[in-house]
Nanobody
Framework: QVQLVESGGGLVQAGGSLRLSCAAS????????MGWFRQAPGKEREFVASISWNGGTTYYADSVEGRFAISRGDAKNTVYLQMNSLKPEDTAVYYC???????????????WGQGTQVTVSS
């Protein structure tokens, strides 16, 4: 069973940067596509970014395109989300998960981590 643990969240001012990490324990997820989602209070969980198993293909939500970058570590067992030019509307709990089937909905993913809080102050 794959367990995912997110880290790297925190409080940052608007315009700042954070780098989130998602580390796997248990069975390797090297051959899975991976995704980042976020959920703000009172809102549904939404897609942020995804990356293919080999890192060759990435997708981004329109709201983060050009500001965020998803990548995989050399051992493919860690996934990162570099977040630049942060805005107050990026405030949310950020989750990583492994892909079950191609898609950008939470239903397409499994093995959710516990999440890491990102708060952007104006």
């Amino acid at each position: 069973q794959v367990q995912l643990v997110e880290s790297g969240g925190g409080l940052v001012q608007a315009g700042g940067s954070l780098r989130l990490s998602c580390a796997a324990s248990g069975r390797t997820f090297s051959y899975y596509a991976m995704g980042w989602f976020r959920q703000a209070p009172g809102k549904e969980r939404e897609f942020v970014a995804s990356i293919s198993w080999n890192g060759g293909t990435t997708y981004y939500a329109d709201s983060v395109e050009g500001r965020f970058a998803i990548s995989r570590g050399d051992a493919k067992n860690t996934v990162y989300l570099q977040m630049n030019s942060l805005k107050p509307e990026d405030t949310a709990v950020y989750y990583c998960a492994r892909s079950l089937v191609p898609g950008q909905t939470p239903r397409s993913y499994a093995s959710w981590g516990q999440g890491t809080q990102v708060t952007v102050s104006s």
